[in-house]
């Protein structure tokens, strides 16, 4: 949710938002998972979306690569970080090779 804020306050682009979680997708764009033990946060990424335009978009697990990186990274490290203008080193070999193109619609 800090990356989605951050994204908004550096940027007046539309927002992207790739998943390879088709559960989670749903949440955002219907009113799945309201009731279950992450309906708050739903909430919260929800009512961060409606402040700018957004297209929902899923990809397959292995365009997904540099997330799961990170969040191993962010476990392993127990650190977060934000890196502007520059990949971490921890992702510069997947980078490249998870950028998705997008059909904004």
Same mark, same amino acid.
């Given at each position: 949710?800090?990356? =989605? ?8 682009? %539309? ?11 749903? *949440? =955002? ?5 309201? $009731? ?10 929800? &009512? ?16 997904? $690569?540099?997330?799961? $990186? =990170? &969040?191993?990274? *962010? ?6 970080? !934000?890196?502007?203008?520059? &990949? %971490?080193? +921890? !992702?510069?070999?997947?980078? %490249?090779?998870? +950028?998705?193109? !997008? *059909?904004?619609?």
């Amino acid at each position: 949710m800090q990356g =989605l804020a951050l994204a908004l306050q550096h940027s007046n682009l %539309p927002v992207v938002v790739q998943t390879d979680s088709s559960e989670t997708l749903s *949440s =955002l764009t219907n009113d799945a998972l309201l $009731r279950s033990a992450y309906g708050q946060i739903v909430l919260e990424i929800k &009512a961060l979306l409606g402040i700018r335009e957004f297209f929902p978009s899923k990809i397959s697990r292995l365009q997904n $690569r540099v997330a799961d $990186r =990170l &969040a191993k990274y *962010s476990r392993t490290e127990r650190a977060t970080a !934000i890196w502007l203008g520059s &990949a %971490p080193p +921890c !992702i510069e070999d997947l980078w %490249p090779l998870d +950028c998705n193109s !997008i *059909s904004m619609q």
